[in-house]
């Protein structure tokens, strides 16, 4: 039975930081909201997120890729200078600064790259990362970051010359092994899971969230809407997580 945080964000903030203080060891799960303070649009938000403006089939599937690899590539081109605008925020900071403070382990859906970028060592990215191209041919990964441009040529693998592909994790693919084997991990030991900025409808990340509020870990949701989670679990704070997560900390 969670113990509802009805009275106040400031007494919900209060509660889940003595929570994090106490953790023997925290799982911070994060999504697209974490990253909207930067500038960048989450994907479901209405009006402003991504597939409000346009069709994941026609961008986020391996059959989008085939039919028409330029306006995929495009758009990730296009994304990339919004992440390359907007940076970090307060948000990335205080995640890195908790992971200072506690034994944590980091689990994100976002592929921006921004809690690396705020000093978050390791995080384990359950949709890839933006920044790389994969090659569907031989399947190596050019670790190279790519350029921030807005070049319209697809880029081809440098090892066998295969039209490359961004390194992120598209609908109806598997979720990189090492990635979801270290959050599975952290989920049986976690006392305490910090879910922040996701609207958990995307499995199977959302299945680390319905197992957490099923633990007896507490676990507390930072989101300024409600999700299929949020009457479960123990402390929600309905806010931006820009101005929570320091609040958090202080
Ligand atoms: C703020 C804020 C602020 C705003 N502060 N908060 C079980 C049931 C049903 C369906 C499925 C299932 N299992 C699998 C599926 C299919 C599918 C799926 O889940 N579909 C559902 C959407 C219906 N899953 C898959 O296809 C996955 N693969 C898979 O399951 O493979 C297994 C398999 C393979 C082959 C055969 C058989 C099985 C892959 C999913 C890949 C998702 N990819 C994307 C895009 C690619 C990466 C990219 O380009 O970025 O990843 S989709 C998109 O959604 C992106 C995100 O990482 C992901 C999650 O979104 P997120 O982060 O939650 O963002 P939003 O926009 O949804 O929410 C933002 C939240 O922030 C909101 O709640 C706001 O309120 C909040 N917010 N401002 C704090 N300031
Ligand atoms: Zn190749």
């Known amino acids: 039975m969670p113990a509802e945080c ?7 903030i209060a509660q889940a930081a003595r929570w994090l203080a106490e953790a023997d060891h925290l799982l911070i799960l994060t999504g697209a909201g974490l990253s ?26 391996p059959e989008a890729f085939a039919d028409n690899p330029e306006r995929v590539w495009n758009w990730y081109h296009w994304r990339r200078t919004l992440i390359a605008r907007g940076g970090v925020n307060a948000g990335h900071r205080a995640i890195a600064e908790l992971a200072r403070r506690s034994p944590t382990t980091l689990v994100t859906q976002n592929v921006d790259g921004l809690h690396a970028a705020a000093g978050s060592n390791p995080v384990h990215e359950l949709h890839g990362n933006i920044w790389r191209e994969r090659c569907p041919g031989c399947g190596c990964v050019d670790l190279r970051p790519i350029a921030e441009s807005t070049d319209e040529e697809p880029p081809c693998c440098t090892a066998c010359g295969h039209m490359a592909r961004p390194d992120v994790v598209w609908f109806g693919e598997t979720l990189p092994g090492p990635a979801l084997e270290a959050a599975q991990q952290a989920l049986e030991r976690a006392d305490c899971v910090l879910v922040v900025g996701t609207s958990n409808r995307v499995y199977p990340a959302a299945a680390i969230v319905d197992a957490a509020v099923r633990s007896s870990a507490r676990v507390i949701e930072l989101n300024p809407a409600a999700t299929p989670v949020s009457s479960q679990v123990d402390c929600r704070i309905t806010a931006a997580a820009g101005t929570a997560l320091p609040a958090l900390l202080r």
């Open 36 to 61: 909207a303070e930067s500038g960048i649009p989450t994907f479901r938000d209405a009006q402003t997120g991504f597939w409000a403006r346009f069709s994941p089939q026609d961008l986020a599937t």
């Open 6 to 12: 009805t009275p106040s964000n400031s007494e919900c």
